[in-house]
């Protein structure tokens, strides 16, 4: 124990890292405890942050800020509008389709199985597939109801969603428009040291900034790449499934495995084990492998590179704690972290041994 008291002396003894402390156990709590009632706010906070470096760049090339954030916040809103009424629809009419085609699939599916057992007879016995098959049959009536159960609060989730659509834009602009005046107000709260918080943000900022403009960067490069090719390769559900792709590389590691289920089962269907089957499969494994040996390096060579086991805990970590917003923010978080852990003020060995 007179270790631990020691240990706690020494660092919290410091002002600098107390306020550091403070501000994070705050942000975490405001967060944790009150996420759900301002997720639009904290939404419009994170799409002002990104749309700030444009309105930043916009004022070097001696553009006013006010007009800066109107051209800004127009090209935001017109590519809010191409979402809601030219891709959310293409969306939606896939994957009504897709839940149309389902039984088909799912039967096409069953014999598939049935006839394993008349080719592998010595490994695969029909008992076994009949428990199998019985197994995926609950499964898919668990998930049918879930998703009907779903549908029956949709209405009140088509309510939420357009509360989201007023107001976030306003939030948007008004956190653009009014940078100066709200960041004033929040630190006239806060002491007037703060060293040790402002060099953690200042290296959180150039961090999550470099990570979020690649990130956007390689979903919409891996879409478009991916939706060319399912096209060019006939594929059905070609939007719906290259949304899919690109926005698996969110997740590293996790999201391309994922993915790749949907896209070789739908090959499947519409092809079975045939050569387009083959080629749409030998296409999507080197769009993979371009993305991750080529786009990804390209893309986040300034950004810190996080072992692969801090990015699994980091998804895992948040994603239990925010859910996909967790999950979507799981490596700009760990790097917040880890930029915490690089700044925290270091006691030598040998000192923390004397005062033992």
């Known amino acids: 124990m007179q270790g631990v008291r020691n ?13 550091l402390a403070v501000l994070l156990v705050l942000g975490f709590a405001v967060v944790l405890l009150m996420g759900d009632m301002l997720l639009p706010v904290l939404a419009a906070l994170v799409i002002a942050y ?11 090339l001696r553009v006013p800020r006010f007009a800066a954030v109107l051209i ?7 590519m809010l509008l191409f979402v809601l009424f030219g891709l959310l629809p293409l969306l939606t009419r896939q994957t009504t389709q ?13 014999d598939a199985l049935m006839r394993l057992p008349e080719r592998y007879p010595n490994i695969i016995t029909p008992e076994q597939m009949t428990e199998v098959i019985g197994s995926i049959r609950t499964e898919i009536a668990s998930w049918g109801q879930r ?8 209405v009140v989730t088509l309510i939420t969603v357009l509360v989201y659509v007023v107001l976030l834009p306003l939030l948007v602009f008004f956190f653009l428009k009014d940078k100066e005046r709200i960041v004033g107000w929040f630190l006239r709260y806060l002491p007037r040291d703060i060293t040790l918080a402002a060099r953690v943000w200042h290296n959180v900022d150039i961090q999550i900034a470099n990570y979020v403009r690649g990130k956007f960067l390689e979903i919409l490069v891996v879409w478009v790449a991916t939706y060319v090719t399912f096209v060019m390769m006939g594929l059905q559900f070609a939007m719906l499934l290259s949304m899919l792709v690109g926005l698996s590389v969110i997740i590293p590691y996790i999201g391309a495995t994922v993915v790749t289920l949907p896209v070789a089962l739908i090959a499947y269907f519409q092809w079975g084990l045939t050569s387009d089957f083959g080629y749409l499969i030998g296409a999507y494994a080197v769009i993979q492998a371009l993305d991750g040996n080529v786009l990804v390096p390209l893309l986040f060579s300034e950004v810190v590179n996080l072992h692969p086991v801090a990015i699994i805990v980091a998804v895992l970590v ?19 972290v880890q930029a915490v852990l690089s700044c925290w003020p270091r006691m ?6 004397a005062e033992q």
Not at 7 to 19: A, E, G, K, L, T
Not at 50 to 60: I, T
Request: net charge positive; charged share 10%.
């Open 7 to 19: 240990w706690f002396r020494h660092y919290f003894s410091d002002p600098q890292v107390v306020i």
């Open 50 to 60: 990104l749309l700030e470096g444009l309105v930043v760049r916009l004022q070097r």
């Open 72 to 78: 800004v916040f127009i090209l935001f809103m017109a």
């Open 98 to 110: 897709l839940f149309q085609q389902l039984p088909a699939m799912i039967g096409h599916g069953q």
């Open 147 to 154: 998703v009907l159960s779903y549908s029956l609060a949709s």
């Open 318 to 336: 948040f994603g239990g704690l925010w859910g996909f917003m967790g999950v979507f923010f799981a490596i700009p978080l760990a790097t917040l």
């Open 348 to 353: 030598p060995p040998k000192a923390l041994a």
